[in-house]
T-cell receptor, first 113, second 114 residues
């Protein structure tokens, strides 16, 4: 069965600092990988997705993630944090056999002024 | 274009009562999914409809949960009778096509069973 591990349930950064949210997956087949963000009182919004094209994926709001098969990782980064980035971030995986997303436990990002 | 909508946004019921959650997917999306997040846990898949048919219901916790999708449009998720452990946020999502397309999520229904 697939699984996703997000290291760090809470991450705090200063405004303007690098954001790095970690995601490792386990999958026996080439996966499709996603990062979603949930702002307060809203649904999940897709930030970016990897579907076996370019390993460096650019998403919305300046976020990007790099698929590293050798490390089974798909970490999310943003060079400079904004206050508006404060939210909960979810890494998710699926494969060609199923549509259901398997989520990590989420990382709550706090941005300090 | 309207997004995925869910009703109600919040529901508080007593143990043993029945609750029905509704999801309206994005128009034209054949795929509809239900997920649940119990407090402190990860978001977990419940089931997947393709039009009106259940494609995958491997995540349904037990037979107290009944999902339907009338005419391939909106979907309902009924919990009967509700138990304390059913409390959480229930998300609905929809997508189009047959590939790993983006799933569009609704805002969720927060269910509290007391």
């Amino acid at each position: 069965a697939q699984s996703v591990t997000q290291l760090g349930s809470h991450v705090s950064v200063s405004e303007g600092a690098l954001v790095l949210l970690r995601c490792n997956y386990s999958s026996s087949v080439p996966p499709y990988l996603f990062w979603y963000v949930q702002y307060p009182n809203q649904g999940l919004q897709l930030l970016l997705k990897y579907t076996s094209a370019a390993t460096l994926v650019k998403g919305i709001n300046g976020f990007e993630a790099e698929f590293k098969k050798s490390e089974t990782s798909f970490h999310l980064t943003k060079p400079s944090a904004h206050m508006s980035d404060a939210a909960e971030y979810f890494c998710a995986v699926t494969d060609t056999g199923r549509r259901a997303l398997t989520f990590g436990s989420g990382t709550r990002l706090q941005v300090q002024p | 274009e309207a997004g995925v909508t869910q009703f109600p946004s919040h529901s508080v019921i007593e143990k043993g009562q029945t609750v029905t959650l509704r999801c309206d997917p994005i128009s034209g999306h054949d795929n509809l999914y239900w997920y649940r997040r119990v407090m402190g846990k990860e978001i977990k898949f419940l089931l997947h409809f393709v039009k009106e048919s259940k494609q995958d219901e491997s995540g349904m916790p037990n037979n107290r949960f009944l999902a339907e999708r009338t005419g391939g449009t909106y979907s309902t998720l009924k919990v009967q009778p509700a138990e304390l452990e059913d409390s959480g946020v229930y998300f609905c999502a929809s997508s189009q096509g047959r590939g790993p397309y983006e799933q569009y999520f609704g805002p969720g229904t927060r269910l509290t069973v007391t």
